[in-house]
């Protein structure tokens, strides 16, 4: 069983940045995905186990950026331009596939959530 840690959200101005953190061991690709009361769990981030394959769902794109550092087991999603759409409950999750990492289903673990707030 994997375990994965977040950390990193809380309350910031609309405009301002947030990184999170997901920390898990092994050999995985990794994917963000949010979700806001009522509404459906949406992708944001992912990237492959080298790195190689990164994808972006279009509402962040040019505003957030995903990297890892496998040294230490931790992958980083970091948000600029903070939206107030952006306020949601941000899950970390782990694939052992790397081809359809923008699908909620396509993932194997998932970790408990940050919270994120962007005020107006």
């Known amino acids: 069983q994997v375990q994965l840690v977040e950390s990193g959200g809380g309350l910031v101005q609309a405009g301002g940045s947030l990184r999170l953190s997901c920390a898990a061991s092994g050999r995985y690709s990794m994917g963000w995905f949010r979700q806001a009361p009522g509404k459906e769990r949406e992708f944001v981030a992912a990237?492959?186990?080298?790195?190689?394959?990164?994808y972006f769902a279009d509402s962040v794109k040019g505003r957030f950026t995903i990297f890892r550092d496998n040294a230490k087991n931790t992958m980083y999603l970091q948000m600029n331009s903070l939206k107030p759409e952006d306020t949601a409950g941000y899950y970390c999750?782990?694939?052992?596939?790397?081809?359809?990492?923008?699908?909620?289903?396509?993932?194997?673990?998932w970790g408990q959530g940050t919270q994120v707030t962007v005020s107006s």
């Open positions: 990237i492959s186990w080298s790195g190689s394959s990164i």
């Open positions: 999750a782990a694939s052992r596939g790397s081809r359809r990492l923008p699908h909620v289903d396509e993932y194997d673990y």
